[in-house]
C-alpha cells in the first residue's frame, strides 16, 4: 500500500474514534442529565425496573467502548505505527 493512503486510512480511523468519543460523551451527559425524566416512561411502557434499566444502560456504554477502541482506535493505531516504519 502506498504510504499515502496508508495516511489517509489513518486519519479517517482517528477522525471515527474522535466523532465517536464525542457522541458517547453525549450519550452519557444526555443519560445522566434526563435519567430522572425517562425512567419512569420506561418502566411503565417497556416493563422494566430501575435495575434493570441500568444493566442495559450500562451494556450500552460498554458495547459503545468496544466498538470505539476496537474497531476505529487499533485500526488507526496499527496504521500510524506503519507509516513511521516506511
Known amino acids: 500500500m ?10 479517517v ?25 425517562y425512567t419512569p416512561w420506561l418502566t411503565e411502557r417497556f416493563k422494566l425496573d430501575e435495575k434493570e434499566l441500568g444493566v442495559l444502560t450500562l451494556n450500552f456504554f460498554a458495547n ?7 474497531f476505529f482506535l487499533v485500526p488507526a493505531l496499527a496504521l500510524h505505527w506503519s507509516v513511521k516504519k516506511t
Open 64 to 70: 459503545v467502548r468496544i466498538v470505539l477502541v476496537f
Open 13 to 37: 480511523f482517528l477522525r471515527a474514534f474522535a466523532v465517536g468519543v464525542l457522541f458517547a460523551l453525549f450519550y452519557w451527559i444526555a443519560t445522566v442529565a434526563l435519567w430522572h425524566a
Open 2 to 11: 502506498e504510504r499515502e493512503k496508508i495516511i489517509f486510512l489513518r486519519n
